[in-house]
């Protein structure tokens, strides 16, 4: 059996073609860092013209890999789900236009399920029953995972996203978008311990939540003074940049592993899978290894490129193919979701 997996929720445009034993036939992925990186973040509207043209190419190159016409797949996948309503509108036309012209069935992926299935890709080992933490410049959530396809909401964050603060901050110093890998590399001759910036609830079990704004505007003060916004004058160093790039990072991981160790004990789990572009952080993927060690837990996640956005965890889709789940050609996008996996 074979997939045709596409995803266009933010900022890439990827597609996949993937078989029933998880093996990735083929894999296509056009970035659009270099188009946003001036604008500091990602551009709703120039995604989704940049991705109109990256479209039908990145298919052409995953059939092409996987030595695979349209007329050999046994269906066609697409994120509809949550992210950009622009740039999921034209993967979701794509998708049900390549399933018209050649008459193949039709089916949603969840881009929350799948950056938690990058995991079950990437090890190819039973993961559920598990706790998934999915930390993306959208979303900071806890999920009780029963199986892939089968998401409870724990937590979310009441405000700002890790990876949307990791990009606003890298902003705030000057450093390029996208922000996690440019503090990621600040990072590494910076003091953690430098400045004691704010970890909100992690002293509390019962808030399976997530808040990283007070934590941005504490980085703001620390460059501006406290009360102040405007830092456009100040000056730091090279040294005091990597301080506050450290001691940020500190702070969104010691919060991201505290609540995840927190949401394993809360429900009786032994297993947590992490998926997103910050995932991909090192000191994060650090730090988490050592909570797995302590706590006892099996942890899973992905090599750093499965973690980012990409149409390799849209494999996914195997698990509703199985299960009979596809989707008349009306489906519409689900920008915001909150549908949890059925
Ligand atoms: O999952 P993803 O590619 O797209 C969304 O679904 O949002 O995540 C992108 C986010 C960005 O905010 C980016 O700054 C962050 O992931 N990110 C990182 C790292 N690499 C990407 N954050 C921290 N450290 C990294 N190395
Ligand atoms: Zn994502």
New binding site residues.
Partial sequence: MKILTIES??D?TAAAVVDDRRQVLGASLASQIDVHQRFGGVVPEIASRNHLEAILPVVSDALAQAETTLDDLDAIAVVNAP?LAGSLLIGLTAAKALCVAANKPLIAIN?LQA?IYACRVAFDEDLFPCVGLI?????SSLYRCAGPIDFEPLGTTIDD????A??KV?SMLGLP?????S??KAAESGNPKAFPFPRPMLNDPERLQFSFSGLKTAVRYKLAGVGKVDFSTTQISEQERADVAASF?EAVVDCLVGKSVQALKKCGMKTLCV????A???R?REKMEDAANKNRFKLYVAP?KL???NAVMGAVAIERFKAGLFEPLDLDIFPGLVRDAQ
């Fill in positions: 929720s933010c890439e992210g881009h950056h930390v993306s410049g959208g979303h996203a890790a990876g949307e990791f990009d890298a978008y996208p922000g996690g890998p503090i990621q990072q998926g997103g572009g910050v991909a952080n090192a994060f750093p973690c980012t956005d």
